[in-house]
């Protein structure tokens, strides 16, 4: 089951990769990163310039153009850019995609999705980049497909 849209997938492993394998050199090149982790160049794009509008990243323009963190990666929590790339309303809404769906109106999952998604949330809150960066630094973890 896929939960967070494509955007934010793709925003989670760009940035753990960087945090992972950059660390703190300052400015990433976003085709360097769209070739290593195999994702649109032109989508990645788009996914930080809206992190770089929220202030969770810095963004330098023009042909050696790229991007970084705009606070250490141990300050940034992982619902951060899942809020900025989901929207505030991700949380509270229904996973089956029906309106009015709650305690009086549930869906068949509602009991379901709403501690799943309880405890998804919690995780996101208490992530950070820097841990993620180091789950695949010291353990391996895979980031690419």
Known sequence: MKVLSKGSVYALRALTYVVAHKGDIGFVNIGELSRSLDISFHFLTKIFQQLTQAGILESYRG???????????????????????????????????????????????????????????????????AELGKKVSDERLRIKP
């Open 63 to 129: 042909p050696n153009g790229g991007i970084k963190l705009a606070r250490p990666p141990q300050e940034i929590k992982v619902i951060e850019i899942v809020d900025v790339l989901e929207g505030p309303e991700f949380f509270n809404t229904c996973l089956l995609g029906l309106p009015g769906c709650g305690e009086f109106d549930p869906c068949p999952v509602h009991d379901f999705w709403k501690d799943a998604k309880a405890a998804l949330r919690e995780e996101f809150e208490e992530t950070t980049l």
